[in-house]
């Protein structure tokens, strides 16, 4: 069986993960955010909902340091609760970064439209009051291609050039803060709440989500195979992300609301774009809308790559077609992966933004119970198979992430919340990808299981099969 040619190494897993969390239209769409919550609502509303993500991430870390495997969620909940809950957890993920993947295909092309009112051509159609045009999709299906090319020939090419893009954005954003560190003034920050508000009440009202904005750190572990990284170091990348893209996050607002009034960048169409060009920084503002641009395209090639990885760890259990599963033997890449990870991104995506809006919002639900089984698997894994040692012991705190995780199931689903699905199209979509997903459940054909974990688990199978036949393991030699 050939698996991933281990070819990343510690800083380009580190890049791919906070690359997966960091997205693009936070950047502009903050002021909107600063009119509902105020500055500190978001701000601080942000830095807890990523200490409530950093809590999940522990239960990540002592799975991933168990297990490095590729498409690690759906390696971790087969080996602690079986095939069907293995099966959703890969089908929830695919649903998640896919609804992100295809939004990009037609957001680039739209972002490029703000700077560039000239990139435009024929309005192919109209989907939730939201047109597609030719030239955005076309621009839009060239990135994928360029992105699924980078993937065919390895992952060595990707990790190169997501570490680059990745030290851009760090670097652009790092200049953002220190600007408005010597240029700007509290007093555009303090008081960071409206008059007349419960300052504390914004503040938790966005820790939901700030949560939603961590999405995406558990790319850690569906890469772990690729990863060139002993275990216990993955396992630490997997909380690092979280910590670093909460930190970008929350310095890079900050910076928006200490070089310009926060209660004028409010009013503002592009948030810290137009918060900088404000001040007088206007190249500035430039490279405040190249942290969107960098985002967009460091977020999809590490979201699609993660989804291949997914499709390959559930082709291996059988609970995709087997064929899926298939790795070149020389570069290490899963092309059947690939080829059907850029086809179902560029048929969503043709849909428009309008339509994946919807697949966006349905998709925190989705990560949202991942999450949970997440947490359950590593509480459940060491009373099942005691002799498997991690680096890690998370203890309580997963439980607490995961309370926020229901939190925000809670409240997409609830009628009349923030955070509130739309009524009927975001709940036809919920249903119709889940009951699809039982559907090819239901036609898959059921793998033995011995086999399966030998295929998902490849080395690490003789160190489960060491607790099944009660003789003694020790999981760390040579892997910790």
């Not at 509902?36 to 239960?59: E, N, P, R, S, T």
Request: net charge neutral.
């Amino acid at each position: 069986m050939a698996e991933m040619k281990k070819s990343l190494n510690f800083f380009q897993l580190l890049a791919l993960g906070v690359a997966g969390v960091i997205g693009s239209s936070w950047i502009y769409t903050n002021s909107a955010f600063f009119e509902k919550y105020g500055a500190g609502g978001m701000i601080f509303g942000m830095a807890l909902g990523g200490l409530l993500a950093a809590c999940v991430a522990l239960a990540y870390s002592q799975l991933t340091t168990q297990f490095p495997r590729a498409g690690g969620e759906v390696v971790y909940s087969y080996v602690g609760l079986g095939r069907r809950w293995s099966f959703m957890t890969g089908w929830f993920l695919i649903g998640a970064y896919l609804s992100s993947t295809a939004f990009y295909v037609t957001a680039f092309g739209r972002l490029l439209q703000r700077i560039w009112p000239s990139v435009s051509g024929v309005q192919l159609w109209e989907i939730n009051e939201s047109s597609v045009d030719s030239t955005v999709l076309l621009i839009g299906v060239l990135l994928t291609l360029l992105i699924a090319g980078m993937n065919w020939f390895g992952v060595s090419v990707s990790g190169q050039i997501q570490t680059l893009l990745f030290t851009v954005m760090i670097l652009v954003g790092i200049v953002l803060i220190f600007t408005a560190l010597l240029n700007g003034s509290p007093s555009n920050f303090l008081p960071p709440y409206a008059e007349d508000v419960n300052a504390f009440g914004d503040t938790l009202r966005f820790i939901v989500p700030g949560m939603t904005y961590m999405a995406g750190f558990g790319l850690v572990a569906s890469l772990a195979e690729d990863a060139n990284v002993p275990a216990r170091k993955i396992g630490r990348v997997t909380v690092l992300t979280v910590i670093v893209a909460t930190s970008f996050y929350c310095l890079v607002l900050l910076s928006s609301a200490w070089i310009h009034p926060w209660r004028e960048v409010a009013t503002m169409e592009l948030g810290t774009i137009d918060a900088f060009t404000a001040a007088g920084f206007p190249m500035l503002g430039w490279a405040a809308w190249s942290i969107a641009i960098l985002g967009l395209a460091t977020s999809f090639l590490g979201l699609f790559m993660a989804i291949s990885r997914i499709v390959v760890a559930m082709g291996r259990a059988r609970l995709l077609p087997g064929s899926l599963a298939i790795v070149d033997e020389k570069t290490g890449a899963p092309r059947r992966a690939i080829v059907l990870t850029a086809v179902l991104t560029v048929v969503l995506g043709a849909l428009g933004p309008g339509a994946m809006i919807w697949f966006l919002d349905t998709g925190g639900i989705y990560l949202g119970m991942v999450w949970v089984l997440m947490v359950i698997v590593a509480t459940v894994l060491p009373r099942r198979h005691p002799h498997l040692k991690s680096g890690y012991k998370a203890g309580f705190l997963p439980w607490i992430g995961a309370a926020g995780a229901v939190l925000v199931i809670v409240m997409a689903l609830w009628p009349g919340t923030n955070l509130s699905l739309q009524w009927p199209g975001e709940y036809i979509i919920l249903a119709v990808w889940l009951g699809l997903g039982l559907v090819l459940l239901a036609l898959a054909k059921p793998m033995d299981e011995d086999a399966a974990l030998t295929e998902l688990l490849g080395e690490y199978k003789a160190e489960l099969n060491a607790g099944l036949t009660g003789s003694a393991a020790d999981s760390g030699d040579g892997k910790q």
